[in-house]
């Protein structure tokens, strides 16, 4: 538990008002996520082991770690895309809010907890419809408040300038750094609560990068942002909070700062150093 | 004779016998085609598009009857295959897993490669022989038969060829997994997809064998769906046996149109594929 205490401080002291959450004690901030005994199975081999997580809410939380130790499986089953894997098995507890993430609606949890992927996603359709889609599907009619929403969303991704003139272009004419943003406007359009980033600069240059990451860093005004990242640099700039990753496990969660500069356990020391990984 | 030169005079004698091979294909089609142009341009006429067979003895006269019979006959065969084929192709693509999809998959490659004449035969058996007569809806159920596989596998390959991270972003919006693979999947796939169905339509618009025996043939005007109906491939088989001179030359007309409607289709296939085509 100890883990924790770095977060609630500090989300406590710097971080915007929560919800208020009448179980707990008064000093207590409500997390936006909260993750307990997480088990994650693909058949009998076991991804993730036990992990306990509680995510603040209006924070970047980055996620680091070697590949293939299981960061971008526990984000994934942050909004249950691990259900579109064969064979993918949760125990275990996610909860939103106070609300259990694994028994409810699927669509219901998607819609208020976004994803952009590591390669940029666009659908084969207009940058406008691709923005327009997940209030589409979602049952938004069309007309002018579906133009102001999908205008909002390309500002809040910061593209707006950049394809104002060719909404009724495909998206496959940006580039790869233009697609992830849209991707990004897309998933914000919905006005989702949390917004799920799984290495999404990790196919672009480093101008784009950039862009990202100060865009990245503007949403968690309105939205709580969980980045997986194998850039430790990326995290140490951008992230509030930084959990590591090994061989399934959750080795060490605090405030970003502390990791970096002084990390508790020795494995997360010599992975930020570059021991290993 | 060194061992390099033996290489050497090998490798100049296997590319001769490639390039030779390759040669005779192509003068084979262009033999085809020059036979085809030669004899079939020489009677080809406006009078072959518009007016009804003559009787044997008379000149003149065309396929009129032949050639819509065979549009209504392809075009019965494409609502019922098509869309079989389609919504099966999706099932097998998108939720194919376990026994069920791999008898599917398994039979229709069996069904692409049974002789079309059987499947003029089963038709026969089903449509012709409860209704006691030859007719155009016999022949489109024959022509169904010999759509629905292909028309199936070719829309689960493109299926599949969409990628899996298109499918995730719709789901990441909320989308559930049918509107996703209709707002997001099937477009992504369609000009695939309709690529195929267009060679598989260009490919029963020739087929000659099951129609003998259930639309049959017809000197006149088809006055229904129910009755028998001409169609260009039987009618170029019935005037190129006959012993008439001048049934012949109109087999050759009849001939080259068959192939122009093919060339079309081809191209117009290509058309759709090609990257300059408009995106949905």
């Known amino acids: ?277 | 004779m060194t061992l390099h030169r033996w290489r050497n005079l090998v490798n100049t004698l296997m590319f001769g016998v490639t390039a030779a091979c390759a040669l005779a294909t192509v003068c084979v089609l262009f033999w085809i085609l020059g036979f085809l142009l030669w004899n079939g341009g020489k009677s080809l006429n406006l009078a072959f598009f518009t007016q009804l067979p003559k009787p044997p003895g008379e000149t003149g006269g065309g396929m009129a009857n032949a050639i819509i019979g065979s549009a209504q006959i392809v075009l019965i065969a494409s609502l019922m295959g098509i869309p079989i084929g389609f919504l099966g192709g999706i099932y097998l693509a998108e939720f194919g897993r376990g026994a069920f999809p791999f008898v599917v998959r398994y039979t229709a490659d069996l069904l692409n490669g049974v002789p079309s004449i059987v499947m003029g035969l089963f038709a026969y058996s089903i449509v012709v022989r409860p209704m006691h007569h030859f007719s155009a809806l016999a022949g489109g159920v024959a022509l169904s038969v010999i759509l629905i596989p292909t028309t199936i596998r070719t829309t689960e390959q493109f299926l599949r060829a969409v990628p899996q991270t298109l499918r995730e972003g719709a789901l990441a919006l909320g989308a559930n997994k049918w509107k996703a693979i209709v707002t997001v999947v099937v477009p992504a796939a369609m000009r695939g997809v309709a690529t195929g169905m267009i060679l598989g339509v260009a490919r029963i618009a020739g087929e000659s064998a099951p129609l003998l025996f259930t639309s049959f043939g017809n000197q006149y005007w088809g006055r229904s769906l129910g009755q028998p109906t001409a169609s260009l491939p039987v009618m170029i088989f019935t005037y190129a046996i006959s012993p008439y001179a001048d049934w012949h030359r109109e087999a050759w007309a009849a001939g080259l149109v068959l192939l122009a409607v093919m060339l079309l289709l081809n191209i117009s296939a290509r058309l759709v594929l090609s990257p300059g085509a408009p995106r949905n």
């Open chain 1, 1 to 277: 538990m100890h883990k924790m205490m770095g977060t609630l401080e500090r989300s406590t002291i710097a971080g915007p008002p929560a919800p208020p959450n009448p179980g707990a004690a008064a000093e207590r901030v409500q997390p936006k996520l909260k993750i307990s005994q997480l088990n994650f199975f693909y058949g009998a081999y076991q991804a993730l082991h036990a992990v306990d997580l509680e995510i603040a809410s209006n924070r970047i939380t980055a996620l680091i770690g070697p590949s293939g130790c299981g960061k971008s499986t526990f984000l994934r089953v942050l909004n249950r895309m691990h259900e579109t894997v064969r064979g993918a098995r949760v125990t275990g507890e996610v909860f939103l809010d106070n609300e259990d993430a694994l028994a409810m609606d699927v669509s219901k949890l998607r819609r208020r907890v976004g994803m952009v992927f590591q390669k940029p996603n666009p659908f084969p359709k207009s940058i406008f419809e691709n923005v327009a889609y997940g209030l589409r599907v979602n049952g938004a009619p069309g007309g002018t408040r579906m133009k102001d929403a999908v205008e909002h969303s390309l500002r809040r991704a910061a593209l707006w300038d950049e394809v104002k003139d060719k909404l009724h272009k495909s998206a496959y004419d940006l580039s790869g750094g233009q697609q992830q943003r849209l991707c990004i406007a897309r998933g914000l359009a919905v006005d989702p609560e949390v917004l799920l980033l799984d290495e999404p600069s990790s196919a672009l240059d480093p101008i784009a990068t950039a862009k990202i990451e100060e865009l990245v860093f503007h949403l968690k005004e309105n939205c709580t942002i969980v980045i997986v990242t194998h850039n430790m640099q990326q995290a140490a700039r951008i992230a509030d909070d930084t959990g590591f990753f090994l061989l399934g496990k959750l080795i060490e969660f605090d405030k970003t700062e502390t990791i970096f500069k002084n990390p508790a356990k020795k494995e997360t020391e010599d992975y930020i150093t570059g021991r290993f990984g």
